[in-house]
């Protein structure tokens, strides 16, 4: 579970970035599916994906068009913002569950 940023949301949640997608929000007990590509990859509650293989998360790339570009199986590079570190973290690319 992400949610989309944009300069509403950074202020509401005091992100220290306007764009990306923001792993896990006040709604979701537990953004990280258990087994899931996300899990694998390292992506942790409160993690922010700023950029999918090089090209910026943002309102006109946001993540779930970016990972339209890739198949299933595909690996790709993300761009993490954890606790003001960044981080490169190597995910493969599942199948979206249907009840997602």
């Known amino acids: 579970v992400y949610r989309e940023i944009d300069a509403q949301v950074a202020e509401e949640e ?32 409160g993690d922010i994906i700023t950029a999918v293989d090089g090209l910026q998360v943002d309102r006109s790339n946001p993540l779930d068009l970016q990972v339209l ?15 003001g570190e960044n981080l490169e ?5 599942g199948t979206r569950p249907a009840d997602l």
């Open 14 to 45: 005091s992100l220290p970035v306007t764009s990306g997608a923001w792993i896990g929000d006040a709604d979701a007990a537990d953004p990280i599916v258990d087994g899931s590509p996300a899990d694998e990859a390292g992506l942790q509650p």
């Open 89 to 93: 973290l190597q995910a493969t690319l």
């Open 69 to 83: 570009r890739f198949a299933p199986g595909d690996e790709v590079t993300l761009d993490v913002l954890r606790d």
